[in-house]
């Protein structure tokens, strides 16, 4: 008897530790289709109105466009720079490499409103006007740290054996990497993309030190929090979460069918 | 480089030949080439400036100065200054995001547990769950904590519940106090806690467990003694990536705390930098804040083992 | 199989009709640090040759193998093909292809851009084509677009192979290809190894730890062990006169006994072995005086309950049998001789069998078949550790 409570107390508080994960996110997805005027706290009738309009609010487009915007080129900046980075690391030795390991590993353990404040001290250093580049600038540092993780995984769990094929098959040092290397990095290099735009989209601290009077989405909401929060904001919010979703479920079913075809043919 | 050496058999060869030593330095070199963009990147955006907020928490305030100027200088007291004034707010921190990591840890570790070892088998629920897990992580959190703020607010179903089965006073409120606010922390970095305890567990052989079974011991020893040692690098990863951040953050403690008893040392920055202008015992406080950080850290690795967070 | 392909590598070379070259390692040693992997080795393998490296696992095979392909440089030494030196060249501009021990095949392509692979980095406009043909002759001409996860470790393995054959390489490299195939594939894959290679008349040269494989297959064997090439030659000269007892006990099974050499006449050495006397041809042996070790092949040997039916003239020791295991086809025996240690021998069970566990046999084989070694030689050398 005891060891059947004992089977079902994992899957319980596993399973309500699910639903308390959903809560808020039900909650923002309901209040989307709240009939709110400017502040949505309470409930006033069912719309459609703000998924159709979702930039009806004003300034709240105008932020996400300015957070895509900085996601896109933070992401592509610190993608790049942190796959280089992963490849030498973990391919090439040479005398800095140990110093380097601790600079790439320090702004992961740094918190972000020290990093927001380092940054904010240098840039105030350096008279920059604070806007655009200094935000992107801030992005990418913790976003490279992010990339140089999960890409130099995805390098130390190549097998080295296929370059050497490819060499074997007269392939010249650069025409293995593009044609066997990179192809077999990708999807690594991929999510570390995706979760390079979703920390940098979503990134506030950072942003609030070093972006001046630059509106960011994250911004935007956190100064409406105290006025009200306009329901578009929720559409927004549940479209990024319905988008990861898809994004998400598209990849796990792909490789569930990669799987399974795999197992059909043996 | 080529110094002669006895080999096994008693003759003398050569260290290695010239090209080999000259294909090395070459693949050194290119190493080199492809790490230098991002090095040189993080060292002046991020060694640099560090070092800058190290000046900067130095600098005075000459007297009868305007407000925001500041001469370079070298007031080791602005430390002092600061940390006899805010080292209440600091150590709440610390506490705070010590409670939520925990907290994360009792709630995550069982959610791993359930995705990674028991739906194993399961494609697709194992499936449906990591989506769920990893989904909400994309949305914004700011949005997210400010439902809970309204979920838990005076007006709301919780608060009215917990107040009808009268385990709220009925003037009580859950949100602005620190209940909200270590809740708000928890919530927040849980995703930072499962996804390493799942990464570990995903790769747990069963086949131990079936053994540890076989050898007489009870699901709950089994858990104690293999499934938890194993799982160890795992939580390890996770405490950390959920109380370095929840130790500087305070975007929970703004939005669900109050300003008597929740202030955390976050906001206290954020505030000498933006609406005192006092960038010294700003950056006096973050330089503060970053070596108490990096010294627990130190302590917590030396004393758990050194695991490898990459 | 009849094409003649003109290969416009950026080393260019002059080959002769025959489709393989000329491979010669000289003096070629690979060390890692303190570890000798490779020690001074020369070696030549003629064009067309089916050449075995065989060897335990350490003993440098495949690193002789990997230098070959430019893989690993060798840390002394020249290794030219078809008479030209490639030490300096890099892998991929060598006319080298291999076969790898775990396939290798790239994961994100097909099958068929797998077979093509080489051919296309050679600008070979015939690619495609060609690389069907090779699917064809491996049988897997139906499995082009399946990714190479969808099939068996046959089917893989086979892949591996026409991937390296399209290329029509001078020399093609095997890294115990067949290691990973269960008993009756791999039979089966041996013989189609041969056959390829006899048709086309390629260099092969295949490493293996199997000396079955080896001897089935190979025109040459190479012993190898510790980094250096123990003996060389056809797998029957290895098997009939090895010269060191790790060759002897490496290859089959042999009997090794320690003795002095007392005398001999009419081109055969007498040799005491405690107490018994042991005849050799002299050309047999390493060395003609002194302290010598016989061996001789447990086949080589007759067991009979008397020495009555035993030839004139052949060698003759008398034991006890310690253990008599029962195989089928042969009964297998440990006879315990005085002075000399366990010989063992087997029987084909045809009958009436010399004796049983504890009593006295007589054993009896034809001189002609003993080898003799250097007599300081660990007799315990290249034994099968099981």
């Given at each position: 008897m005891r060891h059947k409570i004992g089977r079902w107390i994992i899957p319980a508080i596993g399973g309500l530790a699910f639903i308390y994960l959903l809560v808020p996110i039900a909650y923002i997805f309901i209040y989307s289709f709240n009939d709110a005027g400017r502040t949505n706290l309470e409930w006033r009738g069912f719309t459609w109105g703000n998924w159709l309009n979702p930039c009806g609010a004003p300034a709240v487009c105008q932020a996400l466009g300015n957070s895509l915007q900085i996601g896109v080129v933070a992401t592509v900046i610190a993608t790049a720079l942190g796959t280089c980075v992963a490849l030498g690391l973990v391919r090439y030795k040479f005398r800095f490499r140990n110093v380097s390991d601790l600079l790439i590993i320090l702004p992961l353990a740094t918190p972000e409103v020290v990093l927001g404040a380092a940054l904010l001290a240098q840039f105030l250093n350096l008279g920059w006007e604070l806007g655009f580049t200094t935000i992107v600038i801030s992005h990418v540092v913790f976003c490279m740290a992010f990339v140089i993780v999960t890409v130099r995984a995805r390098v130390s769990a190549l097998d080295p054996t296929l370059e050497e094929a490819a060499a074997d098959l007269y392939a010249n040092p650069r025409t293995t990497f593009w044609k066997v290397t990179f192809p077999l990095l990708l999807p690594g290099i991929i999510a570390a993309a995706l979760l390079s735009f979703a920390m940098s989209f979503d990134d506030f601290i950072i942003t609030n030190f070093n972006s001046g009077n630059y509106e960011t989405f994250p911004k935007f909401i956190y100064v409406a929090a105290t006025r009200g929060i306009p329901a578009q904001a929720n559409v927004i919010g549940s479209a990024m979460f319905i988008l990861a979703l898809l994004v998400v479920v598209i990849g796990q079913v792909l490789s569930y069918r990669k799987r399974r075809a795999v197992e059909k043919a043996q | 480089m080529s110094t002669p050496v006895m080999t096994k058999r008693g003759k003398i060869a050569d260290l290695r030949s010239k090209e080999e030593i000259k294909a090395e330095r070459k693949k050194g070199r290119t190493g080199l080439y492809l790490v230098l963009p991002g090095i040189i990147g993080l060292l002046l955006f991020f060694a640099l400036p560090v070092l800058v907020l190290l000046s900067m928490s130095l600098y005075t305030r000459p007297p009868g100065a305007e407000i925001g100027e500041f001469v370079p200088s070298f007031q080791i007291s602005n430390y002092a200054t600061v940390l006899s004034a805010y080292w209440p707010e600091?150590?709440?921190?610390?506490?705070?995001?010590?409670?939520?990591?925990?907290?994360?840890?009792?709630?995550?570790?069982?959610?791993?547990?359930?995705?990674?070892?028991?739906?194993?088998?399961?494609?697709?629920l194992k499936g449906i769950l990591?989506?769920?897990?990893?989904?909400?992580?994309?949305?914004?959190?700011?949005?997210?904590?400010?439902?809970?703020?309204?979920?838990?607010?005076?007006?709301?179903?919780?608060?009215?519940?917990?107040?009808?089965?009268?385990?709220?006073?009925?003037?009580?409120?859950?949100?602005?106090?620190?209940?909200?606010?270590?809740?708000?922390?928890?919530?927040?970095?849980?995703?930072?806690?499962?996804?390493?305890?799942?990464?570990?567990?995903?790769?747990?052989?069963?086949?131990?467990?079936?053994?540890?079974?076989?050898?007489?011991?009870?699901?709950?020893?089994?858990?104690?003694?293999?499934?938890?040692?194993?799982?160890?690098?795992?939580?390890?990863?996770?405490?950390?990536?959920?109380?370095?951040?929840?130790?500087?953050?305070?975007?929970?403690?703004?939005?669900?705390?109050?300003?008597?008893?929740?202030?955390?040392?976050?906001?206290?920055?954020?505030?000498?930098?933006?609406?005192?202008?006092?960038?010294?015992?700003?950056?006096?406080?973050?330089?503060?804040?970053?070596?108490?950080?990096?010294?627990?850290?130190?302590?917590?690795?030396?004393?758990?083992?050194?695991?490898?967070?990459? | 199989m009849n094409t003649q392909i003109r290969s416009r590598e950026s080393a260019k070379t002059r080959t002769n009709t025959s489709e393989g070259a000329d491979l010669h390692l000289r003096s070629i040693s690979k060390r890692f640090a303190e570890f000798i992997a490779v020690d001074q080795l020369d070696l030549t393998v003629p064009s067309g040759t089916f050449f075995a490296l065989l060897g335990p696992s350490g003993c440098g095979k495949s690193t002789t193998l990997r230098m070959i392909a430019g893989l690993e440089a060798p840390s002394v030494g020249s290794i030219?093909?078809?008479?030209?030196?490639?030490?300096?060249?890099?892998?991929?501009?060598?006319?080298?292809?291999?076969?790898?021990?775990?396939?290798?095949?790239?994961?994100?392509?097909?099958?068929?851009?797998?077979?093509?692979?080489?051919?296309?980095?050679?600008?070979?406009?015939?690619?495609?084509?060609?690389?069907?043909?090779?699917?064809?002759?491996?049988?897997?001409?139906?499995?082009?677009?399946?990714?190479?996860?969808?099939?068996?470790?046959?089917?893989?393995?086979?892949?591996?192979?026409?991937?390296?054959?399209?290329?029509?390489?001078?020399?093609?490299?095997?890294?115990?290809?067949?290691?990973?195939?269960?008993?009756?594939?791999?039979?089966?894959?041996?013989?189609?190894?041969?056959?390829?290679?006899?048709?086309?008349?390629?260099?092969?040269?295949?490493?293996?730890?199997?000396?079955?494989?080896?001897?089935?297959?190979?025109?040459?064997?190479?012993?190898?062990?510790?980094?250096?090439?123990?003996?060389?030659?056809?797998?029957?000269?290895?098997?009939?006169?090895?010269?060191?007892?790790?060759?002897?006990?490496?290859?089959?099974?042999?009997?090794?006994?320690?003795?002095?050499?007392?005398?001999?006449?009419?081109?055969?050495?007498?040799?005491?072995?405690?107490?018994?006397?042991?005849?050799?041809?002299?050309?047999?042996?390493?060395?003609?005086?002194?302290?010598?070790?016989?061996?001789?092949?447990?086949?080589?040997?007759?067991?009979?309950?008397?020495?009555?039916?035993?030839?004139?003239?052949?060698?003759?020791?008398?034991?006890?049998?310690?253990?008599?295991?029962?195989?089928?086809?042969?009964?297998?025996?440990?006879?315990?001789?005085?002075?000399?240690?366990?010989?063992?021998?087997?029987?084909?069970?045809?009958?009436?069998?010399?004796?049983?566990?504890?009593?006295?046999?007589?054993?009896?084989?034809?001189?002609?078949?003993?080898?003799?070694?250097?007599?300081?030689?660990?007799?315990?050398?290249?034994?099968?550790?099981?």
């Open positions: - | 600091l150590l709440r921190s610390f506490w705070f995001a010590l409670i939520a990591t925990v907290l994360a840890l009792l709630i995550g570790y069982p959610m791993a547990y359930l995705v990674a070892v028991r739906l194993r088998n399961h494609g697709l990591l989506v769920l897990l990893i989904a909400p992580f994309f949305s914004s959190f700011i949005l997210r904590t400010q439902a809970w703020k309204q979920i838990l607010a005076d007006e709301g179903f919780v608060a009215q519940s917990l107040k009808a089965l009268a385990l709220l006073p009925p003037d009580g409120h859950l949100t602005a106090t620190p209940f909200a606010v270590v809740a708000g922390l928890t919530y927040n970095f849980l995703p930072f806690m499962v996804l390493p305890i799942y990464a570990n567990l995903d790769r747990l052989d069963t086949r131990l467990l079936e053994a540890s079974g076989d050898l007489y011991a009870s699901p709950a020893t089994t858990f104690r003694k293999v499934t938890l040692p194993l799982s160890a690098p795992g939580v390890f990863a996770g405490t950390l990536l959920t109380f370095i951040p929840a130790a500087g953050d305070y975007i929970n403690a703004a939005l669900l705390g109050n300003n008597r008893n929740t202030t955390m040392i976050g906001q206290v920055i954020d505030s000498r930098f933006f609406r005192v202008i006092d960038y010294p015992g700003a950056a006096a406080l973050s330089f503060v804040l970053m070596l108490s950080i990096l010294i627990l850290v130190i302590i917590y690795i030396r004393r758990f083992g050194t695991k490898e967070l990459m | 030219s093909i078809g008479g030209q030196d490639v030490t300096q060249l890099p892998s991929h501009q060598r006319p080298v292809n291999t076969v790898f021990q775990s396939y290798a095949l790239f994961p994100h392509m097909s099958v068929l851009e797998n077979v093509a692979f080489g051919l296309k980095r050679k600008k070979d406009r015939e690619a495609m084509p060609k690389a069907k043909a090779a699917l064809e002759l491996v049988e897997l001409g139906h499995l082009a677009t399946r990714k190479p996860a969808q099939l068996s470790g046959g089917q893989q393995q086979r892949v591996a192979l026409a991937r390296a054959l399209v290329n029509r390489p001078q020399v093609l490299l095997l890294d115990e290809p067949l290691g990973a195939l269960d008993m009756k594939l791999r039979r089966q894959m041996q013989l189609e190894l041969k056959n390829i290679q006899t048709e086309v008349g390629l260099t092969f040269i295949h490493v293996t730890h199997d000396q079955e494989e080896a001897m089935t297959m190979a025109d040459v064997v190479a012993v190898m062990n510790e980094g250096r090439i123990e003996q060389m030659g056809p797998p029957r000269e290895l098997y009939d006169l090895p010269r060191t007892a790790f060759v002897a006990n490496f290859l089959g099974k042999s009997n090794l006994m320690r003795g002095e050499v007392t005398g001999g006449e009419a081109g055969m050495l007498r040799v005491d072995v405690a107490g018994n006397q042991v005849l050799l041809p002299a050309e047999r042996a390493v060395s003609a005086q002194g302290q010598i070790m016989v061996g001789v092949r447990p086949e080589k040997m007759h067991i009979a309950a008397t020495p009555d039916a035993v030839e004139p003239g052949a060698n003759l020791l008398s034991g006890t049998i310690k253990d008599a295991s029962f195989t089928g086809t042969t009964t297998e025996y440990l006879v315990q001789v005085e002075g000399i240690g366990l010989l063992g021998t087997f029987s084909q069970n045809r009958g009436q069998q010399p004796g049983n566990v504890g009593e006295r046999v007589y054993l009896s084989w034809d001189p002609v078949h003993t080898f003799g070694l250097e007599g300081s030689e660990n007799a315990a050398a290249g034994v099968e550790e099981s």
